[in-house]
């Protein structure tokens, strides 16, 4: 049986969609644990996970936010279906405002 060429690149063509179609996005659960917080401080503890853009200064980029009283020791945070590249910031919110309030030396 022969196949005309037109036939052939159609096949190929639908053939190469397919396959980008079905190409597998890998997504795993991710376990953030905080330790030693400083109950001395009130505030919220506040989680971020960040995509490709937005890390870590663009906080309405953070694709998913938790916030947890600061009244624990330690807490343990799940985030489900993180895409494969991603970065994680922590922060002690002491005065419940949702943004920071000194840099990483621990001035203003």
């Known amino acids: 049986m022969k196949y005309s060429f037109s036939y052939l690149f159609i096949s190929l063509i639908f053939i190469g969609v397919l396959s980008v179609m079905s190409k597998q996005v890998y997504a795993v ?5 905080v330790e030693n917080i400083d109950l001395s401080k009130a505030g919220n503890i506040i989680v971020m996970l960040y995509g490709k853009e937005g890390f870590p200064k663009d906080h309405a980029k953070a694709i998913k936010v938790n916030v947890i009283p600061a009244t624990r020791k330690k807490i343990m945070v799940n985030f489900i279906s ?11 919110d002491e005065d ?12 203003d």
Do not use: M, Q, R, S
């Open 82 to 92: 993180v895409p494969t590249e991603f970065a994680i910031k922590v922060l002690h």
């Open 29 to 33: 659960d991710v376990v953030v644990h």
């Open 96 to 107: 419940e405002t949702g943004e920071v309030t000194k840099n990483w030396t621990g001035f």
